[in-house]
């Protein structure tokens, strides 16, 4: 995927993220299909260009406003477990960001929704989707916690800030068969849950900023 910003050269090459892909594999990430869209996706797009040189690192950077992207490890891990071995078609994001698990999620998914609250954080994503080429994916400036109940069921909802709980809203925008991923604070017994790793997240809030 071109790009006008860091084209490629130093610690924001091809073979660069062939190494972290490399240490991935190595964390027991097995989706192969979520390894090479690790693969192809460059990081270093949607991370700050002062922090480029660390965009390959296993790693959480800040993007301002009080959030992060994910490290690529916690990246690839939920996206794993979000597609559990089968094609996906419609994919809920709750928690754009900078849009880098979002563009992940469109390499692996036919349609991915995305919902942001920060409306600063959505034009930021906005931009660096549209500088790494992707058009599958449809964002909204919105409270996460509503979901998009127009355009559901889903395949998979992807949370990507932590709650106390699965927003009721959402689990009913979940298809059959389909999976919750979630970083969640505490166990609640009303519905089936797998605690998978753990993980630090900022706290999903309602409302738009």
């Known amino acids: 995927m071109p790009s006008s910003r860091n084209p490629g050269i130093g610690m924001t090459s091809q073979r660069t993220r062939m190494r972290m892909v490399e240490r991935l594999r190595a964390q027991g990430i097995r989706d192969e299909t979520v ?11 949607f991370v700050d260009e002062a922090l480029s040189s660390r965009a390959y690192e296993d790693m959480a950077l800040p993007l ?27 994919v809920l994001e709750i928690g754009t960001g900078c849009g880098y698990q979002s563009a992940i999620l469109c390499r692996i998914a036919k349609q991915v929704y995305s919902m942001e609250r920060l409306a600063a954080l959505i034009r930021k994503a ?19 916690n509503a979901g ?26 979940l298809g059959a068969g389909g999976r919750m991923i979630l970083p969640i604070e505490r166990t609640d017994r009303g519905i089936v849950e797998r605690r998978m790793d ?6 999903l809030l309602p409302g738009v900023g």
């Open 126 to 144: 906005r931009r660096n989707l549209r500088e790494a080429g992707f058009t599958n994916i449809h964002l909204r400036h919105g409270d996460g």
């Open 35 to 45: 390894l090479a869209a690790m693969a192809e996706v460059p990081r270093h797009i």
């Open 64 to 90: 301002g406003y009080g959030q992060t992207i994910s490290s690529p490890h916690t990246v690839a891990r939920m996206t794993e477990l979000a597609r559990n071995g089968r094609p996906l078609g419609k």
């Open 198 to 203: 753990p993980v630090v997240f900022v706290p």
């Open 148 to 173: 998009m109940p127009e355009v559901a069921p889903f395949d998979a909802i992807v949370m990507t800030a932590a709650a106390a709980r699965a927003p009721d809203a959402l689990l009913k925008q």
